[in-house]
């Protein structure tokens, strides 16, 4: 089977089978992380630009592993040491990669819209590791095969957002994802970073200032990291979002006994979560490390795997890409 | 001599709908009336056509001098010619700024030598557009401007905008703001709204636009000057603009065709979506076509802005505002709104001579001894739009691959066919 699909832009896109197979894919994937011999052949040959126009660590580590454990070579483009901060457009840039032929392109970029953008203009697949405020679509999914393997399920469940869900991509993909398996989605946090508005993004979604009402039977409770940046754009004091939005021990005794607690890094102890909580048995934030390598090794396997010379090309397949 | 026969002439003034024969001589509409005949005048038959005076654009850039690279008065006002414009007035935000006498000079000029329709340069209000210091604005007027502006950002404060409006009352100019609140602004690149939180893109409140242009209200009543609301976007701006009426101030205003055809659920990651005002809400864009229909909206703007192709094939939120205008005018009134039902062709031919007129304080009509400035369109023609033959040095329009009912036809300027479809 094939997933046809193109290119990885975004989870607003995907349908409820996509993203099952794809969560199906990255079971063996799973399983292969904890093997002592951490290689493959499949994608012996192929090489995948990673290039990264916004700083990152996690989400590019483990693109990058993931790839090579395929098999696969990289060739990485960094923010601070590109040819960006010399004035070439983000078109040239990527146009002057694909000449070096790579089978694939990962592309994380601080304006909404850039892979798309880019998607459009170039004849190799592309890979959306963040986008603005736009979407993250590899986080929303390896949080899926995290509560998948927690909780035995995706369907119906009661997700609880807490945080800067304005400015979050991972907020977008994870809304986007949990809505399409009919979950019951509470945004929770200060109004002027929760606007009443999101609440049309998807189905099943409902905003809220008040954590405690919004912790009140939750299955899954994601913690989104507070920016410090934000934090002072407009004027909002630490302390004030300790007091009011901090996921501690007590307010999660008001979800589920079972709930799950997600992070997607990077964490601020202290800030928006209890290191009580982050450590604690309820927590499934390294989990969600490990299983981010599963699910792009999938990703790279099923998009730049199937782009071989004798494959049909993704780019020209395009009218399947909701199939 | 040009004797256009068997139009159906459309005049607003003196809300004639008929079939007539206009001759023009000298530059100036020398009869109209049924089976003229001149022997020795050259012919245009119009039958099946409109024949309507002369279009006026209030709002345009034709980005000469210094921005050649995106439009120049030569390519501009043939553009504008293709769309059945006779006269544009183009905005000073030029390099440099039409802030002073001897640039508004050059504007007149280059037209004469190379525009296709007449050129109306629009002074800047302050120096430099910079929201300090009063432009030259008297001297300007000498030269030729019709009215101040300074467009692409709004008169910077409320003490600024009250010097311009009583100095600019006392001239017998308009002051055209864009009304723009620069902290709620601030980064935006589309409409505040779902579609901007679906796309994650910075949004701009509608009050952007509601709280400058209400300050304007306010200073008009301080001032008795002419206050022109720019490119209008929100019903919000729309209900000050007819409660300022009712108040008996001398407030009027424009809409551009992008704001009465889309909205920011069309918005995309193509930066041809991306213009300033942004597309608003469905319920803004039926507003403003309610008020372009019951006279509420002065005239339609085309806001043409165009920008060379390379600076906007960028990421959407680093790509400039604005989208070229001109050639798609026209086909989109008669497409979006007369031919739906929502306006009728007399309203919509007035929103385009003289409404734009009355806000210049000058007439517009069908009569001898007018200038013979006339627009012909063909009401019914399909056509499809295609930005790579424009006139335009720019492509930067949402409009391209459209498909229209109604067309241009022929741009007449002083009696002489400056465009002929």
């Known amino acids: 089977m094939l997933l046809r699909l193109p290119h990885l832009l975004g989870v607003e896109g995907l349908t409820r089978e996509q993203i099952a197979f794809i969560l199906d894919q990255a079971k063996p994937f799973q399983e292969f992380q904890r093997h002592p011999l951490k290689k493959l052949a499949t994608l012996r040959g192929k090489t995948v630009a990673i290039a990264f126009f916004e700083s990152s660590t996690r989400t590019r580590i483990s693109f990058t592993t993931a790839a090579s454990r395929l098999g696969a070579d990289t060739m990485a483009l960094q923010a601070e040491a590109s040819s960006l901060s010399k004035g070439e457009s983000l078109l040239d840039t990527v146009r002057t990669l694909e000449a070096m032929r790579p089978d694939g392109i990962v592309i994380r970029h601080k304006s909404s819209g850039a892979p798309a953008f880019v998607a459009e203009r170039l004849e190799i697949p592309v890979l959306n590791a963040g986008d603005g405020m736009h979407e993250h679509p590899t986080q929303a999914l390896l949080d899926a095969l995290t509560i998948r393997d927690r909780k035995g399920h995706l369907e119906g469940w009661n997700l609880t957002i807490l945080g800067d869900i304005f400015h979050s991509r991972v907020a977008r993909s994870n809304i986007h994802l949990l809505s399409k398996f009919g979950a019951r989605i509470t945004l929770c946090g200060p109004p002027m970073w929760v606007p009443r508005e999101l609440e ?59 709930a799950l607690v997600l992070h997607p890094g990077p964490m601020i102890r202290g800030l928006e979560i209890d290191p009580a909580v982050a450590d604690g048995p309820q927590s499934a934030v390294l989990e969600q490390v490990t299983n981010g390598l599963a699910v792009r090794m999938a990703l790279l396997y099923h998009l730049v795997g199937s782009a071989s010379a004798d494959a049909p090309h993704p780019a020209k397949d395009r009218s399947n890409a909701s199939d | 001599m040009l004797l256009i026969k068997n139009g159906r002439v459309l005049d607003p003034a003196s809300q004639t709908d008929a079939i007539r024969d206009v001759l023009l001589d000298a530059g100036r509409i020398v009869n109209m009336g049924e089976n003229l005949s001149a022997p020795a005048a050259e012919t245009l038959d119009a039958r099946g056509q409109i024949v309507a005076p002369g279009f006026i654009d209030l709002h345009c850039h034709l980005r000469e001098p210094g921005q050649e690279l995106s439009e120049t008065i ?127 893109l910075p949004g701009i409140p509608t009050q952007s636009e509601t709280i400058c242009a209400s300050r304007d209200v306010e200073i008009a009543e301080m001032t008795a000057g002419h206050l022109h609301i720019a490119h209008m976007s929100a019903r919000g701006t729309l209900d000050l603009v007819r409660r300022a009426r009712q108040r008996g101030l001398r407030v009027t205003c424009e809409v551009t065709p992008h704001h009465f055809t889309l909205t920011d659920e069309d918005v995309r990651y193509d930066a041809r979506y991306k213009m300033n005002p942004p597309l608003a809400s469905r319920s803004d864009r039926d507003a403003l076509i309610a008020g372009l229909a019951d006279g509420s909206v002065d005239a339609i703007a085309t806001d043409h802005a165009p920008h060379h192709p390379a600076s906007k094939d960028v990421e959407f939120d680093r790509a400039p505002f604005g989208i070229t205008g001109f050639e798609t005018a026209l086909a989109l009134g008669l497409t979006e709104l007369v031919h739906p039902g929502k306006l009728s062709l007399m309203r919509l031919v007035e929103l385009f001579t003289t409404g734009p007129a009355r806000v210049l304080g000058i007439e517009r009509k069908i009569a001898p001894g007018e200038p013979a400035d006339l627009t012909l369109f063909a009401p019914d023609h399909r056509w499809t739009f295609r930005a790579a033959e424009s006139a335009s040095k720019s492509r930067n329009t949402p409009f391209d691959g459209r498909e229209f009912r109604g067309a241009p036809v022929a741009a007449i300027v002083a009696g002489r066919i400056v465009f002929r479809r």
């Open chain 1, 200 to 258: 049309a993004l998807a189905p099943g979604v409902r905003c809220t200032s008040c954590i405690e009402d919004a912790l009140a039977n939750a299955d899954i409770v994601m913690v989104l990291r507070v920016q410090t940046e934000r934090l002072h754009e407009p004027a909002l004091a630490p302390g004030d979002y300790i007091l009011r939005y901090q996921l501690n021990e007590k307010r999660l005794r008001l979800a589920r006994p079972d």
């Open chain 2, 74 to 200: 030569e390519t501009g006002t043939r553009a504008a010619a293709r769309g059945g414009f006779t006269a544009v007035c183009c905005m000073p935000n030029t390099s440099p700024v039409n802030d002073n006498a001897s640039v508004t000079r050059g504007i007149i000029e280059r037209a004469a030598a190379a525009g296709s329709v007449r050129v109306w340069p629009i002074g800047a209000a302050s120096l430099g557009s910079k929201g300090e210091a009063l432009a030259e604005i008297a001297a300007m007027k000498e030269a030729g401007i019709v009215a101040v502006s300074d467009d692409g950002r709004p008169v910077a404060t409320a003490r600024l905008m009250r010097q311009v409006m009583e100095y600019c009352g006392a001239l017998g100019l308009p002051v055209i703001d864009h009304c723009e609140d620069a902290s709620l602004f601030a980064g935006g690149a589309m409409r505040e709204g779902v579609q901007s939180l679906r796309l994650g």
